[in-house]
């Protein structure tokens, strides 16, 4: 699982079984959830096919917040991924925002970007 990390979030892009039990197990252990990966809608993924790119914002103290995949542009060596606040949240509660995505699969460079 490869990462990259900007002050309020981090990003990784999933490309095998073994990463994507992680990054699940990883989600599961913020939520609780006892149903969860098993009621993930894109919990199973044909690694031959896609890969998985996932942005997780920090753990904060308010919610309905979102981060965002806004845009996907393949270049010629190199995939960019630009990510965007769309909605800032402002309830009293911990929440950790997330946004996760298949995209086909590419041995390209994935590039994060901050707007």
């Known amino acids: 699982m490869a ?13 095998n079984n073994q990463d994507w039990t992680l990054l699940l197990n990883q989600m599961n252990s913020f939520y609780q959830n006892p149903n969860f990966p ?12 896609n890969l998985v790119i996932a942005v997780f914002d920090k753990v904060n103290g308010y919610c309905c917040g979102t981060i965002d ?14 990510l965007q606040y769309l909605l800032n949240g402002a309830l009293a509660k911990v929440a950790q925002p997330i946004h996760v995505v298949k995209i086909p699969h590419t041995t390209k460079t994935i590039q994060f970007e901050y707007k």
């Open 69 to 82: 995949i806004t845009d996907i542009l393949e270049e010629e060596t190199a995939i960019r991924i630009t």
């Open 3 to 15: 990462l990259a990390s900007f002050d309020k979030f981090d990003c990784s892009y999933v490309s």
């Open 38 to 49: 098993n009621n993930y809608p894109n919990a199973n993924v044909n690694f031959d096919q």
